[in-house]
């Protein structure tokens, strides 16, 4: 251990008393800002629900039983497998693996485009990658969907150049979802696949070259594995985002698009709410991601330094 | 016999600069060449073009005659050995040493054995499964070594693969390398900016200064009869001294030293005129036969070797080294001494 506490063991009660008070606004911002939402959303998923929003103090595993079990219409039935909230998560699910998908199919050569050039103007393109995301994300989702509606922009353009005949309906479906969560999230993929680009080191092309690698040899034994925890890192701050969006779902898509983010979002809405349920339904997401983020922290513990 | 590389005014250019002037080189099969001079000269830029990482703007290059002028580097039989060594990070040792093989597509069997084979060539099997950020700077270069030369390559291309290492380590690593060469047979194509390194491994040396080869030859020829002032005050110390010249005749002149004493001494295509005299430190004695005449103005001990700081009647500076033997006494500062020149230790220089 290096630093002022080293030392006799005087030394290191000084330094001790000096430094706890320090840490103090760390540990104000960690337990107010993080582990008392948190600790509170975990409570409120076994509480009971109040008609009007809200909730009354009994502790009861309902949100839970509601979430996983059908009982039928009266509760009376024997439970049987509730897929209503599983498919809908399911749905999330395979939305958010496609959009990081899409993600990292534009992001990496972006990236790559980036990294590699001339230092001096790699701070203009990272500077025009991030600039819509000096506007609000609600306002960019309601453009897109200006832009994608069957009377908009795009499909009058495609029309008066003769490529289509009728509007193509994208508003309302799976791939306008899947196009407002790309354009949400791009940044993400972006950055720490140039972070991790900028860093390689292109010496170790030339030697895979010099090998007897091609250009895909080299980019597939090489450049990938060596730039993998920048990928990894882009992946997660991708994933983890869509999955629990619910902005583009809302806007873009119809009800058949439905996203776990829309429905923690209703649960917690004016009357009709269920805040328990909603709780719930988050602290389940909440598990989900932190799996995979143990994966890959596993994954990356293995992983050569 | 075909040269294993032969380049032929070969050009290089970066959009205005010109990186190489018009280089021709032939390198034998199985010779250890150095690329020698300091760092700017265009040895690693002509390195880079026959490993094919870059391409020549004009001239020819060879492969045991075959153009390869525009061919990929990963379809050249040439491997490099990189100044930074440039292992692979996420490979163990042995991958890093199998991969050219792999690429090759040779089987995962034969591969594993023939780098085998390599590491314990280069004394390092018991590393095989550690990654290369595990090993020490010495250890790395061994790997680029053993890497390189697993797939036989026709001709091996070294830049400058000693300099990141300690003195004592690069001074075993040149003996070393120089018994690879002529265990494997392989040409070695060796850059350096370090006189030492290429005086002691080369067969043959080329001197390069400006992105001209100004040189070449075995490190006999270069260091004894150096071909002009580059050259001669590159490689080693020299005393240059201008003179004039009395009379050039077949490779020998006749000049006229400062204190007007007459010598005859070989001369590298001259006319007469005034030129430099190249004169080696070593080549000097103290002697009442003198050819020179200079005041002493410091003595510095080198340990094997004296050396003494002095300047001429004619007010220009002169170095002389003296072995440290027994019987040497040591000039004083301010006493005048007679200097005289050996049989050969002059060379008068084109320019």
């Not at chain 1, 940044?187 to 991790?196: C, K, N, R, S």
Request: aromatic share 8%; glycine share 8%.
């Amino acid at each position: 251990m290096a630093g002022p506490g080293r030392g006799t063991g005087s030394g290191d009660a000084t330094y001790r008393a000096l430094v706890r008070p320090l840490l103090i606004p760390s540990w104000l911002v960690i337990g107010i800002l993080m582990v008392l939402p948190v600790a509170l959303m975990a409570v409120y998923s076994f509480l009971t629900k109040e008609f009007r929003g809200g909730v009354i103090w009994d502790f009861t595993l309902a949100a839970y039983d509601q979430f996983f079990l059908d009982r039928g219409l009266f509760g009376d039935e024997p439970p049987r497998i509730e897929w209503t909230y599983i498919t809908i998560f399911w749905r999330s699910i395979w939305q958010a693996v496609l959009a990081t998908l899409l993600c990292l199919l534009i992001g990496f050569p972006t990236a790559w485009f980036i990294a590699t050039r001339p230092a001096r103007t790699r701070g203009i393109w990272l500077f025009l990658v991030t600039i819509p995301y000096w506007v609000n994300l609600l306002i960019r989702t309601v453009s897109l969907r200006f832009l994608l509606r069957d009377q908009g922009p795009m499909n009058e353009a495609l029309m008066s150049l003769g490529l289509i005949s009728s509007p193509i309906s994208i508003i309302n479906t799976n791939l306008a979802v899947q196009i407002g969560l790309f354009y949400s999230y791009l940044p993400f993929m972006v950055l720490p696949i140039y972070a991790a680009v900028e860093r390689y080191n292109f010496a170790l092309s030339e030697a895979a070259a010099d090998l007897y690698a091609s250009r895909w040899a080299t980019l597939r034994e090489i450049v990938l594995p060596v730039v993998k925890p920048g990928i990894i890192a882009g992946c997660i701050l991708v994933f983890i985002p869509s999955l629990g969006a619910f902005l583009a779902p809302d806007l873009l898509g119809g009800a058949k698009t439905f996203m776990i983010g829309s429905l923690i979002d209703e649960q917690f809405r004016g009357s009709q709410g269920n805040w328990p349920f909603g709780a719930a339904v988050a602290m389940i997401l909440m598990t989900l991601v932190l799996i995979v983020l143990l994966v890959y922290a596993r994954a990356q513990g293995r992983a050569p330094r | 016999m075909t040269a294993a590389v032969d380049l032929k005014n070969v050009v290089k250019r970066y959009g205005p600069v010109t990186a190489l002037h018009g280089v021709s080189l032939a390198i034998a099969d199985n010779e250890f060449f150095t690329l020698l001079g300091p760092s700017g000269c265009g040895k690693t830029t002509l390195l880079r073009l026959i490993a094919g990482f870059e391409d020549i703007s004009e001239g020819e290059i060879r492969l045991f005659d075959k153009d390869i002028a525009g061919l990929e580097p990963n379809l050249r039989p040439v491997n490099t050995v990189f100044q930074h060594y440039a292992l692979f990070p996420h490979m163990t040792v042995l991958d890093n040493v199998a991969f050219g093989l792999k690429m090759k597509g040779v089987d995962p069997v034969a591969r594993r054995a023939r780098a085998g084979q390599m590491l314990e060539m280069v004394h390092l099997s018991a590393f095989a499964d550690r990654f290369p950020s595990q090993l020490s700077g010495g250890q790395q270069q061994r790997v680029a070594l053993a890497r390189a030369l697993a797939p036989e390559p026709k001709v091996l291309l070294l830049d400058e693969p000693l300099s990141a290492l300690d003195l004592k380590l690069r001074q075993a690593m040149r003996v070393e390398l120089k018994q690879l060469q002529e265990q494997t047979g392989i040409t070695f194509i060796f850059v350096t900016h370090d006189q030492e390194e290429a005086l002691t491994m080369s067969d043959r040396i080329a001197v390069m200064s400006a992105g001209r080869v100004q040189q070449i030859g075995t490190a006999r020829d270069i260091y004894e009869a150096p071909e002009n002032r580059f050259v001669a005050d590159f490689i080693g110390e020299t005393n240059l001294l201008q003179v004039d010249v009395a009379a050039v005749r077949e490779g020998r002149a006749t000049v006229v030293l400062p204190g007007g004493k007459q010598i005859v001494c070989p001369a590298s295509g001259t006319s007469s005129g005034r030129h430099n005299l190249s004169i080696r430190p070593e080549r000097l004695t103290i002697s009442d036969n003198a050819d020179l005449m200079a005041t002493v103005e410091r003595v510095v001990y080198l340990g094997t070797d004296l050396q003494v700081i002095a300047h001429l009647d004619s007010g220009e500076p002169i170095s002389l080294r003296l072995q440290n033997a027994a019987r040497v006494s040591l000039p004083e500062p301010g006493q005048r001494i007679g200097l005289h020149l050996e049989e050969g230790g002059a060379r008068l220089l084109a320019d």
